[in-house]
């Protein structure tokens, strides 16, 4: 039998800048902070998943030292390296299997490293790493592609990071504010043509986390519990074909699972929001027709129209997303902590869709979540 | 002397590893250095993988059979790199995915034998489909860079 999984409390924790503590005292911070809002201490917590990929860490085992910072000593405590929606879908296993009443799920990201330098060691050393291509040159493959095949033009790439950054301008716990214009994006240095520099996420340094509960636990802690009620994951072929990675068929195979299970039937019209992990601004316009935005091909139209149903708008990444905030251990709890603010601040929201991917390491072989978080029917 | 209010401490990690490539990735390697560019097929969906794989992730079946190819490549998509990245060569430079021969799949490999003289342009001179083909080391030990770049097809 399905059990429901809530999230009941959640804690932000930098961003703004350079960390200035280690990423243990970071999720720390973050977690001491979910747990206090939810009015349980540690000794409450059955299980805890940390989001990490140890080469952000700059160490061989990061949930060494991030674990028992996320209140993990004595429990069944798990490390999730792929994106933070994973490590949630960590914690709602063991909800849903009935080994936990009340999970932990944080991440950290306090280390300062070379992003590409990272990424071009997770490509294979005997066919990839050598032709010099990182996570950069990867978007920038994917969006010549977009161009060829008409999907978008490089004005539509830089009017797409420019609508993240005015978003972005809004969010309180954004690492850029700056609400760049079109302007300011299509005139910043190319990079990996067609991507210019403003079309590709910054590192970010911070810390997220979330309490998850059972049902019964959910409603003894809190008036307002958010409820996952679709959650899922896909992956890709490893260096399969071109074709392959473009279709993104284990993003397509995670939502249409997660849309099954919440009963999502039009997107549009059943889900308020969608913060999407999209580190260059060209992956966001890819993502709407697998979404079911929009038709395949049409994305160009949907950014220019915007998103409506009934007369109200549907936005995507009301945070700024990744090109405004982009933690590499902890992005997809920040992004299902944001969208619980989100659904909190905005009465008329009543459903939001989170995204989450490894692709921070560049695409190929890349595992894509999703998450469906949603408000008690009253 | 004021005191900090944050520390950082400084370090990095040098570490040596050595990869066994098994029997599909060692006979493709092993090729390059007679310049030939080989494929081997699933037994199944029929579908020719370059750089050879030692199964088919789609229909999970072992791969034994090989073919050669021309060695002569179609480009699926490109970038061009116009910054430095770290451990990456210098730019400009251009990667591109290439697809052999009917492989169903795809290498990764650089573009070159373009004029990079004026570097504003080279978006300008490669086309999704272009055909290509290999420029060869001198000297070469079986490994995928034995392979300059892939230059258009006169």
């Not at chain 1, 999730?80 to 950290?108: H, K, M, R, T």
């Not at chain 1, 520099?197 to 970010?204: D, F, Q, R, T």
């Amino acid at each position: 039998m399905t059990r429901k999984v809530g999230i009941v409390s959640y804690a932000l924790e930098g961003f703004q800048g350079e960390a200035r503590m280690s990423s243990d005292e970071l999720v720390f911070r973050a977690v001491n902070s979910a747990l206090r809002k939810a009015g349980v201490g540690r000794d409450s917590i059955d299980a805890v998943a940390v989001s990490s990929v140890d080469a952000y860490d700059g160490i061989t085992i990061s949930n060494g030292l991030t674990a028992p910072a996320a209140g993990g000593y004595e429990k069944d405590a798990t490390r999730i390296q792929g994106g933070g929606i994973g490590a949630i879908l960590s914690a709602y296993a063991s909800i849903q299997s009935g080994s936990a009443e009340l999970a932990v799920v944080a991440g950290g990201d306090a280390v300062r490293y070379d992003d590409a330098a990272i990424s071009n060691a997770s490509y294979d050393v005997h066919f990839h790493r050598g032709s010099g291509i990182t996570n950069i040159q990867s978007y920038g493959l994917v969006a010549t592609s977009l161009l060829k095949q008409g999907v978008a033009t490089e004005d539509d790439f830089a009017r797409t990071a420019a609508k993240n950054y005015k978003a972005g301008t809004t969010n309180r716990h954004a690492h850029i504010t700056s609400g760049y214009s079109y302007e300011d994006v299509s005139s910043s240095p190319m990079v990996a043509w067609p991507l210019r520099a403003l079309e590709i996420a910054p590192v970010s340094k911070g810390s997220a986390a979330l309490i998850l509960a059972s049902e019964k636990r959910a409603k003894e802690l809190t008036r307002n519990p958010l409820w996952i009620t679709g959650i899922a994951a896909g992956s890709n072929t490893y260096a399969g074909s071109w074709q392959d990675l473009l279709e993104m068929k284990g993003l397509r195979k995670a939502i249409s699972n997660a849309y099954k299970s919440a009963s999502i039937k039009n997107p549009i019209a059943d889900i308020d929001f969608f913060e999407l992990y999209t580190p260059a601004s060209p992956l966001e316009l890819a993502y709407y027709e697998p979404l079911g935005l929009c038709e395949r091909g049409k994305a160009s139209m949907l950014l220019k129209n915007g998103i409506r149903f009934s007369g109200r708008e549907i936005e995507v990444n009301p945070s700024g997303g990744a090109l405004c905030t982009n933690p590499g251990n902890c992005g997809g709890v920040y992004r299902a902590a944001i969208a619980m603010e989100y659904l909190e601040k905005h009465d008329h929201a009543r459903r939001g869709f989170i995204q989450d991917s490894d692709i921070n390491l560049g695409f190929m072989g890349e595992t894509y979540h999703v998450m469906i978080l949603e408000k008690e029917t009253r | 002397m004021e005191t900090p209010s944050f520390m950082s401490k400084q370090y990095n990690m040098h570490l040596d590893f050595s990869l066994a490539l098994g029997a599909s990735f060692t006979k493709w390697m092993q090729a390059l250095k007679e310049k030939k560019i080989l494929g081997n097929t699933c037994p199944k969906c029929k579908r020719v993988f370059v750089p050879a794989k030692p199964f088919c992730e789609i229909c999970f079946e072992e791969l034994k059979d090989w073919v050669e190819t021309d060695g002569t490549g179609v480009v699926e998509s490109f970038t061009v790199t116009y910054q430095k990245f770290r451990n990456c060569p210098e730019p400009p430079y251009v990667v591109g995915i290439i697809r052999i021969g009917n492989a169903g799949t795809c290498m990764t490999h650089w573009i070159g034998g373009l004029d990079y003289k004026h570097p504003d342009e080279i978006p300008e001179k490669i086309k999704i489909g272009m055909k290509v083909e290999p420029v060869w080391k001198e000297e070469r030990v079986g490994d995928p860079l034995d392979i300059l770049y892939f230059k258009p097809v006169a």
